[in-house]
């Protein structure tokens, strides 16, 4: 059986990223752990199709109505693909 | 004049005589992500061999003359005649007409045309006929395809599954707990299976620590610095 393992070189990059934003936040003197004192926001997003997806046909719906909402806001659409 | 035709009922009209398999950008989405694509990816059955499943692409052709077959890259027409040799040295094809473009896959990244069956009986059953296949399988067609696009769907899936893997290994049984970290594996489940309660599992799981260390995860030479080695392992970086 095939064994999936994380691409190395993506996780160095991830590492050093994660170690870059620790050091940052430690000379900004802020702490790496959420502050106990503020109210945690809960997940609040609404998903596109309440019951899930369950055909192509809802996959692309839902594709198509972010094309349409990206359009609505007037944002850069990402490079074809 | 035929109606305007759908990507979705093109893959719901080979699903009604074939097995197909929803990959790409559309199963990441089936799968919770809400992204946009522009074209919808399937794995159609190989069949017996490039011959076998020409002819079924040729039968959706002809039911369908607005259909054009395209070479993936290329963007070349594609002669039915053509078909066989190009889907084995391809492993896809593209299909243009309907309202999205159409890729169809004989043999998709990262997997081999044998492997079909079993990403077929692992995958989900949805209401067009199509199958979704599992987090895993999905992740591994977005293996080294050096994509960036492909980066965020990883990210996804990845830390979805290790989700689904934080819940149920601490309760699986020593078999099925060896069976999931033989086929899923990063730093963070090998750490997990450290608090397992099976010794066999606790030192399955430092062995795969030492190994992904050795191969250069930073994440795992990090986490061997922090655990202590189950007894009679080796501790540190290097296969015990």
């Not at chain 2, 395209?70 to 963007?75: C, D, P, V």
């Amino acid at each position: 059986m095939k064994q999936y393992r994380p691409d190395v070189e993506f996780q160095k990059l991830r590492y050093s990223r994660m170690k870059s934003r620790s050091t940052l936040r430690r000379l900004q003197g802020k702490s790496d752990t959420p502050d106990p004192n503020r109210k945690p926001i809960p997940d609040n997003s609404v998903p596109w199709l309440p019951g899930g997806v369950h055909s192509v046909a809802d996959a692309l719906w839902i594709s198509d109505q972010i094309m349409l909402t990206v359009k609505q806001w007037k944002l850069p659409l990402p490079p074809r693909t | 004049m035929e109606a305007a035709l759908t990507t979705a009922n093109l893959t719901q009209e080979l699903a009604a005589t074939h097995r197909v398999l929803l990959i790409g950008g559309l199963a990441v989405i089936s799968h919770g992500l809400d992204r946009l694509t522009y074209d919808t990816d399937i794995w159609l059955d190989p069949l017996m061999d490039s011959y076998h499943w020409s002819e079924a692409v040729a039968q959706l052709l002809a039911n369908h003359p607005c259909l054009k077959m395209l070479n993936i890259g290329t963007w070349e027409p594609i002669l039915l005649h053509q078909l066989p040799d190009i889907i084995e040295r391809d492993g896809v094809i593209r299909l243009m007409g309907a309202n999205h473009p159409l890729d169809i896959f004989r043999r998709p990244n990262e997997f081999e045309i044998d492997e079909f069956d079993e990403v077929w009986n692992r995958g989900k059953t949805q209401e067009d006929g199509t199958r979704l296949p599992d987090l895993i399988d999905l992740l591994v067609t977005k293996q080294r395809t050096g994509r960036e696009k492909d980066i965020m769907d990883i990210m996804f899936l990845e830390s979805k599954i290790e989700s689904a893997y934080f819940e149920d290994l601490p309760g699986a049984s020593e078999a099925r707990a060896a069976e999931m970290l033989g086929r899923f594996l990063t730093p963070e489940v090998a750490r997990a299976a450290l608090a397992h309660p099976s010794f066999e599992i606790r030192k399955l799981g430092y062995r795969y620590l030492q190994e992904l260390a050795a191969e250069g995860d930073p994440y795992a030479a990090e986490y061997l610095r922090e655990e202590p080695a189950p007894y009679g392992i080796m501790p540190g970086v290097g296969v015990g």
